[in-house]
Each structure stands twice: as structure tokens, then as C-alpha cells.
């Protein structure tokens, strides 16, 4: 059933990979302007980033150089979130479950201690996307991992501690609840259509020309139909794959040529906001079929405190509808 000329003051859109609701309210975004983010400054003598001996952080396990210096470095986490252990141990204890965090955290970190994403030109972007890519493939040997989460936050607000520029890489024992959930939905919707529901949005997408920010050859960026904040983005690979790993360096450059449009539309239209970055790719292990999956990547700017509705519900309120965000940002 299509939708008449039913009017109301909101609408429910439901999310068709993970079947999750949310709350599209106009009327909210009255309340609200967009600030820019809070700066947080940190001369680079006191930069742990800045000088990566100086504060003892242990030596680098990739370095990428230019000419004159290094340009990027991936060392492993000061304060990691999980470490080396068993990752065959499960514990019980009465209706209770636990095992070792077991894994690896790592930080990827960018030589000039002054500049943003929005700064970098795509054969810059390009090859932090293959640092990503050459560390993804490294640590998905390991026998423990199961999953590689690979993040960035920009602004306090999106939880950098640090604002000298970097981005983490956190591999797992375990799928997050987050990613498993999307790759259940996926797979349901494969096993009934025989077709990748991604594949099917991103068709729909095109079609009705609504909701789309930029395209290339190889990557389109799109508002989601069922954003979970305002001005969510989403970058897919037009070409169908389930990896992230598995991309080769053309289409890492379209890939990058895509990022640097949105990363430019949120700093020029929105303000620099604070945002999240991060890649859903299918798990790295062999042992299942993840072909029906389409990786991508999601950003999501931070504009405001989450609250009661949403903590209390689950339901995310959106007050920028996604033909609107993408309207701004595509101009």
C-alpha cells in the first residue's frame, strides 16, 4: 500500500536491512540551529600524537612516508580496549556468560598535527583507505578475530579525546550486536528475494532521485531513507561486494573521491559539526557465507544530546527528513 495524500505532523520510516523504526519529527528541528563543534586545542609539544616516542608509545606496526617525512602511522593502542589472551575461554557462572577480551586496538595516525579529513585531497584519502585495507588484511590472519571495526571520530562530541587527527581499528573476537544485526537483516532478505537488499535501496535510490548526494564510476553517496540523525550518509561501492579488504586501489580512489565531496558538504553546510565514521564490512572469518552482504560506509554528524525518547525506546527522532539533508548536501 502506497502512501495517499495522508498528512501528519510525522512519520515512522522502517529501516528494510535491519528492520528497525525511526521517527522522522519536522516539527523538532524548530527547536534546534547546528552549531559548529567544540575545538578542543592541544599544542603539539603536549600532542601524544605529535611525538610518538616522547610519550611512550610503542613502535608503529605500518608506516606510510612521502618525500621529506612520514604521512601516516598505525601504532598499537596506549590504552586498548582488548589485548592478547585466550579467546577460546567461555565462563559461566549460573545464567551468566563471559570470556577474555581478547583482540587488538590500534590507532591510525596522521603526521600534520593541524589539519582535518576535509583538508586531505582524495590521493591523500585514498591512501589512508589503503592503510586501513593492508591493516584489515594483517590482523584478519589472527585465529581469534572475528570481526575488524574500523572507526574515526571528529570532535569532542563524537568522543576524540584527541584532536590531532586519527582513526582506530578494533579487531574482535565476537560481531558487534550493531553489525550482526544489519547482516541478519541482509541475509533474511536474501534468503527470501534471492537478491542483496542493498543492491535493491541503492536501484530504488537511483530511481527516484530523492535522496542521493554524489555518484562517480564506482562509489554513490546516498541520504538513508531511515536515517538515524540528521544529515546521515551513507558511501557504497555501486559494484557489489561483501569486503571491504577486497577492493582494489581504483576503486579505493573512487571511493575516496566520494568522501571528500561529503566530508567538504559537512564542513561548508553544516558547520564542521563533530561526526562518526565507520565501516560495515562482513566478518573476517572463513567459515560462513557473507556474499549476500554490501559493505559501506556511514557517517553520522552529532548535532545533539541523545534523550529520553530515544534511550527510553530505541527510536531514533530525526527532524531533517533525508530529501532535505540531501538537497543541502549535494548542492
Not at 5 to 30: C, H, T, Y
Not at 77 to 96: D, M, Q, R, T, W
Not at 234 to 242: G, N, Q
Not at 249 to 256: H, K, N, R, V
Amino acid at each position: 500500500m502506497k502512501k495517499n495524500n495522508v498528512k501528519s505532523i510525522s512519520e515512522l520510516r522502517q529501516d528494510p536491512v535491519s528492520g528497525d523504526w525511526m521517527l522522522l519529527a519536522p516539527l523538532r528541528g524548530k527547536r534546534h540551529k547546528f552549531k559548529r563543534r567544540i575545538k578542543v586545542e592541544l599544542s603539539k609539544n603536549k600532542c601524544p600524537f605529535d611525538n610518538l616516542a616522547k610519550f611512550g608509545n610503542l613502535p608503529p606496526v605500518l608506516v606510510y612516508r612521502n618525500k621529506d617525512d612520514w604521512f601516516l602511522q598505525v601504532i598499537p593502542n596506549k590504552y586498548p580496549a582488548v589485548g592478547h589472551g585466550e579467546c577460546s575461554l567461555i565462563f559461566k557462572n549460573g545464567v551468566y556468560k563471559s570470556r577474555p577480551g581478547v583482540g587488538f586496538h590500534e590507532i591510525v595516525i596522521l603526521r600534520d598535527h593541524d589539519r582535518y579529513l576535509v583538508q586531505y585531497s582524495v590521493l591523500e584519502i585514498k591512501k589512508i583507505l589503503m592503510a586501513y585495507r593492508e591493516r584489515y588484511l594483517s590482523l584478519a590472519k589472527d585465529k581469534c578475530v572475528k570481526y575488524i571495526s574500523i572507526f574515526h571520530n571528529h570532535g569532542k562530541e563524537a568522543g576524540s579525546t584527541v584532536p590531532h587527527l586519527h582513526s582506530q581499528i578494533l579487531a574482535l573476537p565476537i560481531v558487534p550486536p550493531d553489525v550482526s544485526h544489519s547482516i541478519n537483516g541482509s541475509r533474511r532478505y536474501y534468503h527470501e528475494y534471492k537478491k542483496c537488499i542493498h543492491c535493491e535501496m541503492l536501484r530504488q535510490e537511483i530511481k527516484d532521485k530523492k535522496r542521493i548526494i554524489y555518484e562517480n564510476n564506482n562509489a554513490i553517496v546516498v541520504a538513508p531513507f531511515a536515517s538515524k540523525v540528521n544529515f546521515e550518509t551513507r558511501i557504497f561501492p555501486k559494484k557489489h561486494s561483501a569486503y571491504f579488504e577486497k577492493m582494489n586501489d581504483g576503486e579505493l580512489l573512487f571511493f575516496a573521491d566520494a568522501m571528500k565531496f561529503v566530508f567538504s558538504g559537512i564542513y561548508k553546510k553544516l558547520k564542521d559539526p563533530a561526526f562518526n565514521l565507520f565501516i560495515h564490512t562482513a566478518p573476517s572469518g572463513k567459515n560462513h557465507d557473507y556474499n549476500h552482504y554490501h559493505w559501506h560506509m556511514e557517517i553520522l554528524p552529532k548535532f545533539e544530546t541523545t534523550g529520553s525518547i530515544e534511550l527510553g525506546t530505541g527510536l531514533n527522532i530525526v527532524s531533517v527528513a533525508p530529501e532535505e539533508a540531501a538537497k543541502i548536501l549535494n548542492k
